[in-house]
C-alpha cells in the first residue's frame, strides 16, 4: 500500500491515504501527471486556489539502488499554462520514502493577499504549519541555511527564492542536496510561484521517519541493486558522465553546430573551448579547495555527473553548473568566461529562478540591445536585477516569452512559453521535433535524439525517432529514476522492472511499462487541450521558419500535421 | 605496410585514448573502423557519435584513408 499525505496548505489539516494501485507504485512522473489530471481543473488559474501540487517519489526510492531518488513535482503551470513535471535530485524523495510517503498533496491557497508565510514541516507524529515570516525576501542560499539551522543538516528541505515569492513565472524549487544545501532545482514551469501562491515558503521533511524498505524477495533485490551498479558502471556513456558531467556536450553541440549562441541566432561560438568541459575540468582541479569534478546530487549514484565550481581562493562558488546552463548563460549571451557562469549561475540559484528560462530571457534581452553579447559584467548585473526584484529583474524572471515582448524582439526561442533547452533547433530537426511535442513546452530530456540523428538537418524520419526517444527518456521519469540511467537501460528495461518484482511481488512487464508511459504522455497531452492549448501554440516564433541558421543552413521546416503525429499515443 | 597517406585518423574528444590512427587503404565503414579502433585499444567504443568534416556520420558511412574522424562519447545535457 502506498501513502499519500493530503494537506490543506489555508487550515493546516491533513489527511492520510492509501493506494495499492500500480500508478501509485510507480510514483514519480506517473504519478504525478495523474494526479494532475485527475484532480486540478485543466481551465483553472494556476496560482489560484483551485490549482494543486503533487511531490512523488519513485518505486525505488529510499532503497540502496543508484540513483532511483528523483523528486518528481506535477502541477499546473503558470509559465506554459499547460501540465508540468519537473523533477529534481536530492534528498526529499528519500525522506518522503522514509515518512512511508509516495506523495505529497498540496491544496487550497489562502484567498488574503497578506497572509503569512508558512513552513510545511512533515514529522512521523504529525504534520505542521509553522511560521515561515523569517525567510521571507531572502535568498535561497541564507534561506538554506536557516532551514539547516532550524531543522539539522538531515532534513529534506524545499524553498523557494525571491523570484517565487513574487510569483515570477520562471520561478522554481529548490531542494536540499546530500549536505543540506538547498541547491537541486525543479526548476522549470514556474512551480517556485505554484508554492509561493499557497504562501507556503518551504516545506521540510524530518529525517525521524524510520520506515525501513521491505523487500519481497531481499537476495534478489539485492542482486538487482548490483546489477545496476555493474550496468552504470560498464556502460561507456555513464562513466564519461562521471569525469565531465553534462559539460562534454559544449564540444559535441559546437561540432554539430547546435550550440545556442547570441539568443539562438547561431549555432556555434568562436572560443567555445575556453567554456567547454577540459577547462571546467582543468580549473575545478586547479584551483582545488571545495572544488569537486564528480559530485552525486542524490544518494546513493555511482554517476556522480554533477559538480562543485570554487572560485579563484577555491571556495565553493557554485553547484552545479550543467551544459544547458552552460549554454543558455555561456554561448547564448556570448560569455566565454567559465568564472562570469558560474557567478550567474550562484546569482540565479539565490534567487530560485530556473537558469534556461533567465539564460534565455537575457539572450532576447541582448539582442534588444540593453546590454552586448559578450559583456560579463552587464549580464551579472542583469542577473543581479533578478535576485534585487528590479522592474529589469521581473521582466527577465518572468521568461523569455514574456520579455520577448515588452523587449520587442520576434526571434524568441520558446514553446508553448518555455525557453529553449540548449540545442539550436533549425541545426538538429530530431530536438526540434521533440522541442514541439512536448506537453511540457520546450523540453530536451523528453525525447533525447540527437546522439541518434543520421542528419540532424533533416526532418526525415524525426517523427519516428522523437516518438522512440520519448519513450525512453520519458521511461526514467516515469519511476523517479536519474535520466541519465537510461542509457544502461535503454534495450532492456528489465534490470528496473525486477527490482520492482523483488521488493513488492509484482510484476510489470517492459510492454506493460511502456504502456504506462504513454498513457502519461495521452493524460498531459488531454490536460492541455483542456486547458485551451492548441496546435497552433506548439510552434517555434515565426523567425526559426523564415531565417536560416548561419551555419547550416537550415530553417524550421517541420508542419503543423508532422508535430500533431509526434504527439499522438 | 602502412604509407602516411593511407592513414584514417581517428580523435577519441574527452577521452584519454587521444589519437588512434589505422592503417586504411581502402574505403570501409565506420562500424568497421571503430572496431579495429577498439582492437588497438583493447576496450569496447560504445555509444558515440562521430562527426567528419563538420557532419555526422553514421555507423555505415564510409571513411576514407586521410579522413580525420572526431569521436565524442554520446552524452547528453541534464
Redesign the interface.
Known amino acids: 500500500m502506498f501513502n499519500t499525505l493530503r494537506i490543506n496548505t489555508v487550515t493546516g489539516e491533513y489527511t492520510k491515504e492509501t493506494n495499492d494501485e500500480k500508478v501509485f507504485l510507480l510514483g514519480g512522473r506517473t504519478l504525478s501527471s495523474y494526479m494532475v489530471s485527475k484532480e486540478v481543473a485543466a481551465s483553472c488559474d494556476p496560482l489560484g486556489r483551485h490549482n494543486k501540487m503533487f511531490f512523488c517519489c519513485g518505486a525505488l526510492s529510499g532503497t540502496m539502488v543508484s540513483s532511483a531518488n528523483r523528486l518528481s513535482i506535477g502541477s499546473k503551470s503558470p509559465l506554459t499554462g499547460g501540465i508540468k513535471e519537473s523533477n529534481a535530485g536530492g534528498i526529499v524523495g528519500h525522506r518522503m520514502a522514509q515518512q512511508g510517503l509516495r506523495c505529497i498533496v498540496l491544496e487550497d491557497a489562502p484567498v488574503e493577499e497578506d497572509a503569512n508565510w508558512k513552513i510545511i514541516v512533515i514529522s512521523k507524529d504529525k504534520v505542521e504549519l509553522i511560521d515561515g515570516e523569517f525567510l521571507a525576501k531572502k535568498g535561497v542560499y541564507e534561506k538554506s541555511e536557516l532551514l539547516t539551522e532550524k531543522f539539522g543538516p538531515k532534513a529534506g528541505c524545499l524553498t523557494i527564492g525571491p523570484a517565487g515569492e513574487n510569483l515570477l513565472l520562471a520561478s522554481g524549487i529548490a531542494c536540499s542536496d546530500p549536505h543540506g544545501v538547498c541547491s537541486r532545482y525543479a526548476g522549470r514551469g514556474g512551480l517556485g510561484a505554484v508554492l509561493a501562491s499557497k504562501k507556503i515558503i518551504a516545506m521540510v521533511i524530518l529525517k525521524d521517519g524510520g520506515v525501513e524498505p521491505e523487500f519481497a524477495d531481499a537476495d534478489a533485490f539485492k542482486a538487482g541493486t548490483k546489477n545496476i551498479l555493474h550496468l552504470l558502471k560498464e556502460n561507456p556513456v555513464s562513466t564519461s558522465f562521471t569525469k565531465y558531467g553534462t559539460a562534454a556536450m559544449v564540444d559535441i553541440c559546437q561540432a554539430l553546430k547546435v550550440l545556442p549562441t547570441n539568443n539562438f541566432k547561431q549555432g556555434t561560438m568562436e572560443g567555445a573551448e575556453k567554456i567547454n568541459a577540459q577547462a571546467m575540468y582543468d580549473l575545478i582541479k586547479e584551483r582545488g579547495g571545495a572544488g569537486r569534478t564528480q559530485h552525486a546530487c542524490q544518494l546513493p549514484c555511482a554517476i556522480q555527473c554533477s559538480n562543485v565550481f570554487p572560485d579563484k581562493d577555491g571556495n565553493l562558488l557554485c553547484s552545479p553548473i550543467e551544459y544547458e546552463t552552460m549554454a543558455l548563460m555561456g554561448s547564448n549571451l556570448g560569455l566565454k568566461n567559465l568564472d562570469t557562469i558560474a557567478e550567474l549561475n550562484r546569482y540565479a540559484n539565490d534567487a530560485g529562478v530556473d537558469t534556461l528560462e533567465v539564460g534565455a530571457a537575457m539572450g532576447v534581452a541582448l539582442e534588444a540591445g540593453i546590454a552586448n553579447f559578450g559583456d560579463d559584467q552587464a549580464c551579472i548585473d542583469l542577473m543581479k536585477e533578478v535576485l534585487n526584484i528590479t522592474p529589469m529583474g521581473r521582466i527577465l524572471g518572468s521568461g523569455c516569452k514574456i520579455a520577448a515582448k515588452v523587449f520587442g524582439v520576434r526571434h524568441a526561442p520558446h514553446i508553448l512559453g518555455q525557453g529553449l533547452p540548449a540545442y539550436e533547433p533549425r541545426g538538429t530537426k530530431g530536438m526540434a521535433m521533440t522541442y514541439l511535442s512536448s506537453p511540457m513546452g520546450g523540453d530536451h530530456t523528453f525525447g533525447f535524439t540527437l546522439r541518434d540523428e543520421d542528419v540532424p538537418t533533416s526532418k526525415e524520419g524525426k517523427v519516428e525517432l522523437s516518438k522512440k526517444f520519448q519513450v525512453i527518456g520519458s521511461r526514467m521519469d516515469a519511476m523517479g529514476t536519474c535520466n541519465f540511467m537510461r542509457y544502461s537501460v535503454r534495450n532492456d528495461m528489465s534490470p528496473l522492472l525486477d527490482l520492482i518484482k523483488a521488493r513488492y511481488d509484482v510484476v510489470i512487464t517492459t510492454d506493460e511499462f511502456d504502456d504506462f508511459v504513454k498513457s502519461t504522455l495521452r493524460r498531459e497531452h488531454q490536460f492541455n487541450t483542456d486547458a485551451g492549448i492548441t496546435i497552433a501554440d506548439h510552434r517555434f516564433s515565426e523567425t526559426f521558419y523564415e531565417t536560416a541558421q548561419p551555419e547550416t543552413g537550415e530553417k524550421i521546416d517541420i508542419t503543423d500535421e508532422e508535430c500533431a503525429e509526434a504527439m499522438k499515443w | 605496410m602502412c604509407r602516411g597517406d593511407e592513414m584514417v585518423k581517428v580523435i577519441f ?3 584519454e585514448h587521444g589519437e588512434v590512427k589505422i592503417n586504411q587503404p581502402h574505403p570501409t565503414s565506420l562500424e568497421d573502423l571503430l572496431a579495429k579502433c577498439s582492437g588497438v585499444l583493447g576496450e ?4 558515440v ?1 562521430a ?1 567528419s568534416n ?1 557532419k ?1 556520420i ?1 555507423l555505415t558511412d564510409l571513411v576514407n584513408d586521410n579522413d580525420a574522424i ?1 569521436i ?7
Not at chain 2, 44 to 47: A, D, L, Q, R
Open positions: 574528444k574527452l577521452s569496447p567504443i560504445g555509444s557519435i562527426i563538420g555526422v553514421g572526431d565524442y562519447p554520446a552524452l547528453s545535457g541534464g
